[in-house]
């Protein structure tokens, strides 16, 4: 009988069950089934890249899955029959990108998973109307490269662009630095090919700068996490590149005055691409590599970058140089050279890593509040780590309110790992207690299910789970995710 068939993960209790799956087989005769489904794809049921589709970049959590098959379709008409397949047969079906969400989202319990990697064309870019068609499977860095050599900019920046997909960005609206001024991914899509249960390719908007035909699924499907339907290609809105950009940062001796800074650049209507923020304890990971002047041992950090022409960049970075000069450590820093905000930016792409090699591993959440709760967030996290016997730390991105709050671990002992999951699972209550969310881009995935209805109370949760029910009736699509999953 079909062992494909039967597999549904459980949502993630917590303390996290490490084993997020049951075993999963497929015999022979599937397999050759799913092959005969993806001519121009191909399907791999054991080695090293079936291994690589049981995880996410929680893998470093020993977050791990497990599945019979890894298909990659190579058309839209692939995936749907794959789509269709899996509700012929009753089989879970886990949709993957480039496999760097933080949350395991693309994390499968049993079933297939089908990686969109295949779909990889930019189908059409017109610079004179700004805008792009594109697959799921083009990597970000790759929709960033031909926007800029056609003089323009798709904003949305994510970390891991090099491997991440635009599927994936799509499924979790995921944010970066630049969301602050630019919004998130989903500010930037127009339209979405999309395959629905149980096998069905449709279009939702398209390269329309406005759309209000129906209800809005366009925004239901972005940040859906595979759960609603599988995105094949998407229209994308670019802008023309700003002719240049200068960066401010300023260092201060406490999350009070840093926090202060951040909240005066937004009170004097300034209007920086990006707002970052840096904790004493990120800091001092990472700041033995700043790229530039820094005072001994600061506590707190801010990075605004200004852009726009020329004019506006120049008179933007003195009002913000001046603004957050108001209680600073010393001078603010500011850069408007291309190679110093290179070094700069290089810098900020390793923060994450810098903080994670302070003791070996690191489990980091997303959390989000309102701007004003930002230090309470901060100092928040810090007790919690405190209470825990774990140092703590966060940077984010300060001018959204979006925290990456870290509780730093010895990866190899596993009540340490155990505790950072109970404090992380604590900074989602702080979220909630400050008004705000449990997730601002990273997503639920399946590490945080057990907090949706926290989050949203029992009337939103069941209209979602109806939402739920509506795309997919099967309960097939990435179960176990995005929600608790429902009663079948
Ligand atoms: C170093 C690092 C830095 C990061 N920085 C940021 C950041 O700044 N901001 C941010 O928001 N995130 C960040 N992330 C998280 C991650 O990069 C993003 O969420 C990314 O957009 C995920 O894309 P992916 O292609 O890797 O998706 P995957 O990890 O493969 O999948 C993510 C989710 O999307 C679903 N999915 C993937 N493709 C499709 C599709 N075609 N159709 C339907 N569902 C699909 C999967 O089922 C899963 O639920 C970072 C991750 C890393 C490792």
Redesign the pocket.
Same mark, same amino acid.
Request: hydrophobic share 25%; proline share 4%; aromatic share 2%.
């Given at each position: 009988m079909l062992r494909l068939t039967s597999i549904h993960p459980r949502p993630m209790p917590r303390p996290i069950d490490r084993t997020a799956s049951r075993p999963a087989g497929a015999d022979g005769a599937e397999i050759g089934e799913l092959k005969a489904l993806v001519p121009l794809g191909e399907v791999v049921s054991e080695g090293p890249r079936l291994r690589a589709a049981k995880q996410? &970049?929680t893998g470093s959590r020993g977050i791990r899955g497990e599945t019979a098959a890894l298909v990659l379709p190579g058309s839209k008409e692939e995936v749907a029959a794959v789509l269709a397949w899996c509700y012929e047969h009753d089989t879970p079906l886990?949709?993957? #990108?480039? #496999?760097? #969400?933080?949350a395991g %989202? &693309?994390v499968p319990g049993g079933g297939i998973v089908m990686s969109?990697e295949g779909l990889h064309s930019i189908r059409a870019i017109d610079p004179g109307l700004w805008r792009m068609e594109a697959e799921?499977?083009v990597r /970000?860095s790759r929709i960033q490269r031909v926007a800029r050599e056609n003089g323009l900019v798709f904003p949305p920046?994510? %970390?891991?662009g090099e491997? !991440? /997909?635009l #599927?994936?960005? *799509?499924? /979790?609206n995921?944010?970066?630095?630049h969301a602050f001024r630019y919004g =998130?991914?989903g500010s930037w899509v127009t339209g979405l090919e =999309?395959v629905l249960p149980p096998g069905e390719v449709v279009t939702i908007g398209g390269p329309v700068r406005k759309d209000v035909a129906g209800y809005d699924l366009l925004h239901l499907l972005i940040g !859906? +996490? %595979? /759960?609603l339907? =599988? *995105?094949?290609a998407a229209w994308l809105r670019l802008v023309p590149a700003p002719e240049t950009q200068a960066i401010v940062v300023g260092f201060y001796d406490g999350i009070e005055h840093g926090c202060a800074a951040v909240e005066a650049v937004m009170a004097n209507g300034l209007q920086p691409a990006v707002l970052e923020f840096f904790d004493a304890g990120a800091l001092a990971a990472s700041v033995g590599s700043f790229p530039f002047q820094a005072p001994d041992e600061p506590a707190f950090a801010v990075i605004a970058e200004a852009d726009g022409s020329a004019a506006e960049v120049a008179a933007n970075a003195a009002e913000l140089a001046s603004v957050m000069s108001e209680g600073s450590l010393g001078e603010v820093l500011e850069l408007s050279g291309r190679s110093d905000a290179r070094e700069l930016w290089s810098w900020r792409d390793g923060v !994450?890593i810098a903080v994670t090699a302070q003791r070996g591993g690191k489990v980091s959440e997303?959390i989000v509040v309102p701007v004003d709760r930002l230090a309470e967030a901060i100092h928040g996290t810090l007790e919690i780590g405190e209470r825990h016997g774990l140092p703590a730390c966060s940077w984010g991105h300060a001018g959204d309110g979006n925290i990456h709050a870290s509780f730093l671990i010895d990866a190899a002992d596993a009540d340490e790992l155990e505790r950072a999951e109970t404090a992380a699972g604590e900074t989602f209550r702080l979220a909630i207690d400050l008004g705000g969310s449990i997730s601002g +881009?990273? %997503?639920i995935?399946m590490l945080k299910t057990d907090w949706v209805e926290p989050a949203l109370g029992p009337k939103v949760l069941s209209v979602q789970e109806q939402i739920k029910r509506t795309f997919d009736p099967k309960l097939l699509l990435?179960p176990g995710?995005?929600i608790p999953e429902p009663e079948p």
């Open positions: 996410d &970049a886990f949709t993957r #990108g480039g #496999g760097t #969400g933080l %989202g &693309a969109l799921a499977g /970000t920046d994510p %970390g891991a491997q !991440s /997909t #599927g994936g960005n *799509i499924a /979790t995921a944010g970066g630095p =998130v991914t =999309v !859906s +996490e %595979g /759960t339907g =599988v *995105i094949t !994450s997303d +881009e990273h %997503g995935g990435n995710k995005k």
